[in-house]
């Protein structure tokens, strides 16, 4: 049974910082690229971060860089989303992500999991 697990969100006030941590079971966590989105209500989900594979590169959407950091322990199956100068801006549900697409020839398998969330708010 394949399981993506977050945990870290809260209340914080603004300029704090917060440590996202989602945890992955029932597959192969190091084969997979991982991500965190956001979704503030009456908004669409959003693209906040995500790390390839061993090896690649991590890129940010455009309001977080400078500020967010994501990283993952493929020996702990855990992705993490470090989040420091908060402001009340990025309160919402934050998600995380698994993505492996397979190639084969002119195909492709794509696998894609998600977590269930955990609220980021940021208030005084």
């Known amino acids: 049974q394949v399981q993506l697990v977050e945990s870290g969100g809260g209340l914080v006030q603004p300029g704090g910082s917060l440590r996202l941590s989602c945890v992955g079971s029932g597959f192969t966590f190091s084969m997979f690229a991982m991500s965190w989105y956001r979704q503030a209500p009456g908004k669409e989900r959003e693209l906040v971060a995500d790390l390839p594979t061993a090896g690649g590169s991590e890129n940010y959407a455009d309001s977080v860089k400078g500020r967010f950091t994501i990283s993952r322990d493929d020996a702990k199956n855990t992705v993490y989303l470090q989040m420091n100068s908060l402001q009340p801006g990025a309160t919402a549900v934050y998600s995380c992500?698994?993505?492996?697409?397979?190639?084969?020839?002119?195909?492709?398998?794509?696998?894609?999991?998600w977590g269930q969330g955990t609220q980021v708010t940021v208030s005084s």
């Open positions: 992500n698994a993505l492996q697409v397979i190639i084969e020839g002119t195909s492709h398998r794509q696998y894609d999991y």
